[in-house]
């Protein structure tokens, strides 16, 4: 079995609807205020350069564990600043407490299926 695309499968949807053309529109100045852009570090990013064990998660996984794991400590909710071992130790006994959870449903439905075919 080969995978296929929507679009292999419906080539004419492909030039439905077609690309718009956007102008450029300059931004807008305003006297006495600086019109530069503002360029700085997500917390994702910040978290990411911290904690380089983290580099291949979703942004918004990292950046909701950070936040979840401040409010839960109730510390202030701020961004990232210097490297914490704590915040890794959390999330290790985040995903064991997980893990021993899924384990404890689980349980249940395979001493069930044993009983069954033990007989």
Request: charged share 30%; glycine share 2%.
């Amino acid at each position: 079995m080969t995978a296929t695309t929507l679009g292999e499968l419906f080539p004419e949807l492909r030039n439905i609807a077609p690309l718009r053309e956007r102008k450029c529109i300059p931004p807008r100045k305003f006297p006495g205020k600086s019109v530069s852009k503002i360029t700085r570090q997500g917390t994702a990013d910040r978290l990411k350069a911290l904690y380089p064990e983290m580099m291949s998660w979703s942004p918004v996984l990292v950046t909701q564990a950070w936040f979840k794991w401040l409010s839960e400590n109730q510390m202030e909710l701020v961004e990232p600043e210097i490297r914490d071992e704590r915040f890794p130790e959390y999330l290790v006994e985040l995903m064991v407490s997980y893990t021993q959870e899924e384990k404890a449903e689980a349980a249940p439905r395979l001493s069930r299926n044993t009983r069954l075919f033990s007989v």
